[in-house]
Each structure stands twice: as structure tokens, then as C-alpha cells.
């Protein structure tokens, strides 16, 4: 992917994530804050607008304000700076890695946006069957999560290096000469 491409689609795929949440935000606030939660299909989806003042499954939230100021906007924002510029200016990053970082960047970003205009990220989205439910969660959270989850092959099979693609191919192009040549 070339230089100018990566600045492309991380700009576009970073404003999509970040004004579709923003949004989203807004209209839960406006529309579902103060109310119970509604269900659909038979409780497997809800809409229960929430406040999270920490992080992942209010992670942190019992710290106090100064604190999570230093973990969840300094810390992450520094963290998310840095994967930006590994994105953007590293020669050896593969598409894969690219597109799921980005999306972890995105949003990211959004719920940091969260946690400085309002001290805590609006969520609203809930799953479960019974008593067996996700975490309230939001459309940045659910960008994080698919980049995480583009992310799992590389966690679970690693990625073959350039010299053992070669050393395969060379192998491949030995075998072929040597059974032609018998």
C-alpha cells in the first residue's frame, strides 16, 4: 500500500468511525438518557443508555478523576499517537495490520472524545441471551473489538516472515527444476 493510500483511507476510515459514533452519542443522549432499557428479540438485543467513567467493562472507574485523566485520555492517547505514526510512516506494515489498527485508532479516538467532553463514554448497546450478557457498549467499541478480532489470525497463527515465504518458494522452484530435469 503506498504512502499516500494509507493517508487516505486512515483519514476517511477514522472521520467515518469517529462521526458515526459522535453522532450516535448525541442521539442516545438526547433520545434514551433517563429512560428503562427497551429489548428487542426477546431480550437478545437492548438499547439501556450508560455512563462509563472507566474503561472497558468500567475498568478503572473507581479511580479517581485525576487518575483515570492520566491512564485513560494521557496514556491512551499517547499509546493511540504512536500507533498512528506506525501506521502512517512504517515501511513494513502489512495491509491487515494496517486496517485493524485503524480501527482501533478510530475508535479510539471517539470515546477519548467521550472522556474529555463529558468525563465518561456514553454506551447504549447490550447483547445477551438471559442473564448471559455483553457489556454496554457503543459503535467505537464495536470498531476496537473487529480491529481486535482482524487482528486474532496473526495472534493465534503469527505471520510467516518474507525469508521463509522465499526459502518455500525456493524450495518449490528446486523441486520443479529437479523433476523436469529427470
Given at each position: 500500500m503506498s504512502h499516500k493510500s494509507r493517508w487516505l483511507w486512515f483519514s476517511v476510515l477514522t472521520i467515518v468511525i469517529v462521526s458515526i459514533d459522535q453522532w450516535s452519542k448525541i442521539y442516545a443522549i438526547e433520545n434514551w438518557k433517563g429512560l428503562p432499557p427497551r429489548t428487542f428479540f426477546n431480550d437478545l438485543?437492548?438499547?439501556?443508555?450508560?455512563e462509563n467513567p472507566g474503561a472497558f467493562l468500567s475498568l478503572f472507574a473507581g479511580f479517581s478523576p485525576e487518575l483515570r485523566f492520566w491512564l485513560l485520555i494521557v496514556m491512551t492517547g499517547t499509546m493511540?499517537?504512536?500507533?498512528?505514526?506506525?501506521?502512517l510512516f512504517s515501511r513494513t506494515v502489512s495491509t491487515l495490520v494496517f486496517f485493524a489498527f485503524t480501527l482501533v485508532v478510530g475508535g479510539?479516538?471517539?470515546?477519548?472524545?467521550?472522556?474529555?467532553?463529558?468525563?465518561?463514554?456514553?454506551?447504549?448497546?447490550?447483547?445477551?441471551?438471559?442473564?448471559?450478557?455483553?457489556?454496554?457498549?457503543n459503535i467505537a467499541d464495536m470498531a476496537i473489538s473487529a480491529?481486535?478480532?482482524?487482528?486474532?489470525?496473526?495472534?493465534?497463527f503469527g505471520e510467516k516472515?518474507?525469508?521463509?515465504?522465499?526459502?518455500?518458494?525456493?524450495s518449490t522452484d528446486?523441486?520443479?527444476?529437479?523433476?523436469?530435469?529427470?
Open positions: 438485543f437492548r438499547i439501556q443508555y450508560a493511540m499517537l504512536g500507533m498512528t505514526i506506525y501506521l479510539g479516538v471517539s470515546n477519548m472524545i467521550d472522556r474529555i467532553r463529558f468525563e465518561c463514554v456514553i454506551d447504549y448497546f447490550n447483547l445477551g441471551i438471559g442473564s448471559v450478557r455483553t457489556g454496554i457498549f480491529g481486535f478480532l482482524l487482528m486474532l489470525p496473526l495472534i493465534l516472515s518474507s525469508s521463509s515465504k522465499e526459502a518455500t518458494k525456493s528446486a523441486t520443479a527444476t529437479g523433476s523436469t530435469a529427470s
